[in-house]
């Protein structure tokens, strides 16, 4: 109570980001809300790699942005194929670790009656990470994910074009069925006796 | 002869993930990384058992590989298996209505995706859809 919208939707996406991580096996041995300035170079020695993704409606407009160390995306890479993530897996898999992160964020969301529309995410250029330093400066949120020695961070920025209310209680029980990995059937049209 | 499965995701992430697991299983496998190359791989297989899809992708989105998709399949009518981020019921009844069979959020769990798979193509008597997670 007596926090923005906007705070209260970094808070939602901030949940989705640390349920994500978790959901990969990883805890984060760091807190995640440490200040942007904790973020030091230690990257074993390779570039960081970035993603962005945007959201919005008439109301709002917004970006993540994840940017950080390879080694840290890599831990997070999906281990079904068995096979060792190669370093252009691990930069489509950063892409794909924002989409997944704020497709959670517009689910959660919605229950709270704000519905956004996502934006194709993509990875940023060695240029681009470079100049993220004047971006940071303007997000209200940034967060930094530590585990052993790897970190990223995440930044997020939003513009409000008009007043958007966020419930305080979702519209729809939690119980609806839509969360991760549910399977709906639309039609049993389709199953075979 | 192994059932055909068209991947149409943008992340090559994703879509090595998916055919790892489906050959596993036994699947042949076919690849593509959106909406308008989903079609055209579509269209020019003749034994297509079924199509896993991707929502949010550039040049054609699959609510849109949908609507172009159906029109122009052959029968009988393929099933179409949404797999993405979206959970809102808004983009889960466009999907419907554009005649998609099913619905999974991603993270996806790949127990329940094959189980979904086989109960489509009616392979097996799979767990009900929405049951616990293991």
Redesign the interface.
Known sequence: LGRSTEERLGEILKGCLTD?IA??GVTPTHRIDLPAEALQKNDGGQAPIAAVIGFGNDDIRGTLTLVGDRRLFARL??R????PAEP??VV??A??FA??T???F??RA?AHGV?VR?S?PRSLSPDEIASLESRKASAPASWVIGFEDMRFQAWLAMDFFAPVTLLDEPQ?PADL???????????E????? | VKRKILIIDDSVTVRQQLAAILSLTGYEVIEAGDGQLGLAAAVAQPNLSLVLCDVNMPNMNGIEFLEHFRPKERTPAIPVVMLTTDGTPDAIARAKRAGACAWIVKPFQPDRLIAAIRRILGETVAQPAGAPRD
């Open positions: 994500l959901d990969f890479f999906p079904q194929t068995g096979m252009v897996d489509d898999w892409r794909e989409n997944l704020v497709g959670r517009r689910n919605s519905n996502l194709c729809r069925g839509l969360d991760d990995g549910f399977v709906l059937m639309l039609s049209d389709w199953l075979t006796p």
